[in-house]
């Protein structure tokens, strides 16, 4: 089932329980998408673009949860939480820890990066091979640690 489909079955699962935060965090969703496909660039809606576009929104939700944190803005902060919590269920498990450090440590020695000097050359492999996979401050940092 593809994406698309997935999210117009639980928005009318969510529509039928008459929940709120579900509702708000899978129409924006469905907006996107739509939005995507009508943009006019002719790019094509795959999987890979499909997980670009709920990692922009949790990114941006997240961005302004810590502005209205650091505002004493809790209410809101709250709504973006909870926006986020319904987005990241349809994003696939991201790699984290010892693991993305081993596949990023491969990536480092195919590309044969040895000193800082090699840092752009070896994100835009990692970058690259673990695009949806992984986020971009995770690559940048493990990268930069096995480089220095």
């Not at 709120?20 to 965090?25: F, K, P």
């Amino acid at each position: 089932m593809s994406l698309e489909a997935k999210i117009n079955e639980d928005l009318k699962t969510a529509m039928k329980a008459k929940d709120e935060v579900a509702l708000r965090g899978i129409r924006a969703i469905k907006s996107a998408i739509t939005l995507a496909k009508t943009d006019g660039s002719g790019q094509e809606v795959d999987e890979a673009r499909e997980v670009q576009i709920l990692q922009k929104l949790v990114k941006s939700r997240q961005e302004s949860l810590e502005i209205y944190l650091k505002n004493d803005r809790e209410a809101l902060a709250a709504i973006e939480q909870e926006e986020i919590d319904v987005i990241k269920k349809y994003l696939p498990a991201m790699l984290e820890g010892a693991e993305l450090e081993a596949i990023i440590q491969q990536i480092v020695l195919e590309v044969g990066a040895t000193s800082a000097k090699d840092m752009g050359k070896a994100m835009g492999a990692a970058n690259k091979a673990l695009a949806g996979k992984a986020e971009g401050r995770a690559i940048s940092e493990i990268v930069k640690r096995l480089l220095s």
